[in-house]
């Protein structure tokens, strides 16, 4: 059975939680992705998608940092299986999440998408 570590993309697009309001926008705009890992050097700390991002954006303007964000903390491990991640995607209304080395440390060593898992369920159908 696939785990999420052979599924995800190791390129990842990501933003500093020391990053503004305005450049996550412009780099989730210029990259098309609709979410980001918000990251503190390599560790994970939250999860912003764009439509939280104008909304914060109309409410505190483009400088408000990410850091001073209530982000979500949303993740997948390397080694969860692609059903348990589908269903919190579902669940939680995304199309990304990023995936840590474990919950203990951390470490955002990847991004698992919608599309990647509809394509491992694909091959096992076939």
């Given at each position: 059975?696939?785990?999420?570590?052979?599924l995800m993309s190791k390129q990842i697009?990501?933003?500093?939680?020391?990053?503004?309001?305005?450049?996550?926008?412009?780099l989730?705009?210029?990259?098309h992705v609709s979410v980001l890992?918000?990251?503190?050097?390599t560790t994970l700390s939250g999860l912003i998608g764009m439509e939280?991002?104008?909304?914060?954006?109309?409410?505190?303007?483009?400088?408000?940092?990410?850091?001073?964000?209530r982000l979500r903390l949303l993740f997948a491990e390397e080694l969860d299986e692609p059903e348990r991640v589908a269903k919190l995607m579902v669940t939680n209304k995304i199309s990304r999440l990023p995936v840590v080395n474990n919950a203990i440390e951390m470490k955002?060593?990847?991004i698992i998408s919608s599309t990647e898992i509809a394509r491992s369920h694909k091959k096992k159908i076939l």
């Open positions: 059975m696939a785990r999420v570590r052979e697009v990501a933003v500093s939680k020391n990053a503004s309001l305005g450049s996550a926008i412009k989730m705009r210029r990259a890992p918000v990251l503190e050097g939280e991002a104008e909304r914060e954006q109309e409410r505190w303007g483009n400088e408000r940092k990410l850091s001073e964000l955002c060593v990847g």
